[in-house]
């Protein structure tokens, strides 16, 4: 067993809280990824709980075992660093059997464990080699394998597969959740990367600031982000977001603003209040010219090869609409598009908090 409790966590730095209140209960088996922009504080909240770093305030458990004070060697986690951060004098084999050596275990053991490790990993082949005879893919695999000899309660991950080109991204990627699936283990893994986050985490924790802005399966977080910054921070294109008011027209509520009217398939927000409406570039259509809609120009079109991006402007606003190509409008064309009420978000125009 091993679920991991964060309870009020804070770290500052003088005068930067880097973590701010963080509260997280991460269950036995979980692939938690933290994630957020650069600087949000999610390497600093992985050192906490790796105990590389004390906690300004708050307490950490390891099931019943309270680790607030307890030295990172002695928490029975295993970190996987973004550098390798292997030793380049030492050959694969002894680099990934080096916890165990530290640990003083017989030498036949070691060799029996680093063996069955390297067979995980796809790693026998290469055992012998040095750090520098490998690609970029195959030195964060014998990180990989420095943290799994140890069977530790969990792993923690610290954007590992930032060093690697595009497609071995895709590829260690798999390899890592399918490590995760086999292994059962706990894994706590940071990114800023939204696709390794929603291909690979079982909950998400998004960070804005240091504090949590969201906790949630990636389908949960996609599809009801909790704020602006969520509505934004995970998609591609972003989440289009436009200035509207809503309105009771006809006895049902619609969101008006320049050119925009859309009816909205929800009566829980008051008429007559400002708010910020977000769409998906997915769930927008063409629809014909004239209707109710949102009415704007095509400015660009982008081609993705089996989709296109068309790029519109609508009064002051941007709004980006994404589909199967070809959508058939081009550059200068006025277009209307539409959505279903519940491809809307309402988010409150002050704070950014959804509404609905
Ligand atoms: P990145 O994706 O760029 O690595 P991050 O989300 O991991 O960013 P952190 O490295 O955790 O962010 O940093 C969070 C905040 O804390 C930043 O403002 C950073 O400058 C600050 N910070 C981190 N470590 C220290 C430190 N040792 N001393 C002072 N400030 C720090």
């Known amino acids: ?57 708050g307490r950490l458990w390891l099931d019943d075992t309270d680790l607030t004070h307890v030295p990172p060697q002695q928490r029975d ?16 084999a002894r680099n990934i059997g080096f916890p165990l050596r530290a640990r003083k275990w017989p030498r036949a053991e070691i060799r029996a464990k680093v063996a069955e490790v390297a067979a995980t990993l796809g790693l026998t082949a290469l055992l012998d080699r040095k750090p520098k005879e490998l690609s970029g893919g195959q ?63 079982t909950r998400i924790a998004l960070l804005d ?20 910054f969520a509505a934004t921070f995970l998609g591609s294109p972003a989440m289009n977001i436009l200035d509207a008011t809503v309105r009771s027209a006809d006895g049902s509520l619609a969101a008006h603003g320049k050119g925009i009217e859309l009816s909205l398939g929800i009566d829980a927000v008051l008429p007559d209040r400002p708010v910020r409406l977000g769409v998906r570039p997915e769930h927008l259509t063409f629809a014909p010219a004239g209707g109710r809609g949102i009415h704007a120009v095509v400015t660009a079109v982008e081609n993705l090869g089996s989709e296109e991006v068309v790029q519109c402007l609508a009064g002051e606003g941007r709004i980006a609409v994404r589909g199967p190509r070809p959508l058939g409008v081009s550059a200068g064309d006025a277009v209307t598009l539409t959505a279903r009420p519940e491809h809307l978000h309402l988010f409150d125009s002050a704070s950014g908090r959804r509404l609905t």
């Not at 209960?25 to 650069?38: K, M, N, T």
């Not at 590992?160 to 490590?179: F, Q, V």
């Not at 600031?209 to 909790?226: H, I, K, N």
Request: negative net charge.
């Open 1 to 57: 067993m091993s679920r991991i409790q964060l309870q009020g966590i804070t770290r500052r730095f003088g005068p930067v809280t880097a973590v701010d209140d963080v509260w997280l209960d991460i269950a036995d088996g979980e692939f938690l990824v933290l994630l957020g922009p650069s600087g949000c504080g999610k390497s600093t909240l992985l050192r906490l709980i790796a105990g590389l770093l004390p906690p300004t305030e």
């Open 77 to 92: 986690l295993a970190m996987v660093f973004q550098s390798y951060a292997l030793y380049p004098h030492l050959s694969v």
């Open 139 to 201: 030195r964060q695999r014998v990180a990989l394998g420095r943290a799994l000899v140890r069977d530790p309660g969990a792993f923690l991950l610290d954007e590992p597969l930032s060093n690697l080109d595009a497609k071995l991204r895709t590829g260690t990627r798999a390899e890592i959740a399918e490590l995760h699936r086999s292994l059962g283990t706990t894994m706590v893994y940071v990114t800023h990367d939204q696709v390794e986050a929603m291909t690979m985490a």
């Open 209 to 228: 600031e240091g504090r949590l802005a969201q906790l949630g399966t990636p389908s949960e977080v996609y599809d009801r982000p909790a704020s602006v």
